[in-house]
């Protein structure tokens, strides 16, 4: 059988005010890698100054600060400074944002048995959860 070491990684920013996003969601993300859904590769907040002055802050050594109890990042800097500039760009002066590197186990375990069996991955596309649940809300209101 096919083994790869990383399955896709999925790179989300998160906005918030202030300096570190709401423990609710670092909590998420924690059930998510003690459920073995999910491993944490890269954790760095971009903060935007009200003139635009952006700084950025890699979490590596303080993560037990930030919420994540013994949770070690395991690819640290895999969002490189052209990721974080371009996605800077969608932080408004004044605020804040996590850029989340997730591996998707659950992901690297199916692309194992695909290239297993010959078979390969031609597309992939995500749908945020908030079109889902409105254009199902929307049906359900057709019906």
């Not at 920013?13 to 999910?38: M, Y």
């Not at 408004?92 to 375990?109: F, I, M, Y």
């Given at each position: 059988m096919a083994e790869?070491?990383?399955?896709?990684?999925?790179?989300?920013?998160?906005?918030?005010e202030g300096d570190?996003?709401?423990?609710?969601?670092?909590?998420?993300?924690?059930?998510?890698?003690?459920?073995?859904?999910?491993?944490?590769?890269?954790?760095?907040?971009?903060?935007?100054?009200?003139?635009?002055?952006?700084?950025?802050?890699?979490?590596?050594?303080?993560?037990?600060?930030?919420?994540?109890?013994?949770?070690?990042?395991?690819?640290?800097?895999?969002?490189?400074?052209?990721?974080?500039?371009?996605?800077?760009?969608?932080?408004?002066?004044?605020?804040?944002?996590?850029?989340?590197?997730?591996?998707?186990?659950?992901?690297?375990?199916?692309?194992?048995?695909?290239?297993?069996?010959?078979?390969?991955?031609?597309?992939?596309?995500?749908?945020?959860?908030?079109?889902?649940?409105?254009v199902l809300a929307?049906?359900?209101?057709?019906?």
């Amino acid at each position: 059988m096919a083994e790869f070491e990383y399955g896709p990684v999925e790179l989300h920013l998160i906005g918030f005010e202030g300096d570190r996003p709401d423990p609710s969601v670092i909590e998420a993300i924690v059930d998510l890698i003690q459920a073995g859904i999910v491993r944490l590769l890269d954790f760095t907040i971009v903060s935007k100054s009200e003139d635009g002055e952006v700084t950025v802050t890699e979490i590596e050594d303080q993560t037990e600060e930030y919420g994540f109890g013994g949770v070690e990042l395991a690819e640290v800097g895999l969002a490189g400074d052209e990721d974080i500039d371009e996605l800077a760009q969608q932080i408004e002066p004044g605020s804040s944002a996590a850029l989340v590197a997730l591996e998707l186990v659950w992901a690297r375990r199916l692309a194992e048995r695909f290239a297993a069996s010959g078979s390969v991955i031609l597309r992939s596309e995500r749908i945020p959860a908030p079109i889902v649940n409105e254009v199902l809300a929307l049906a359900a209101e057709q019906e």
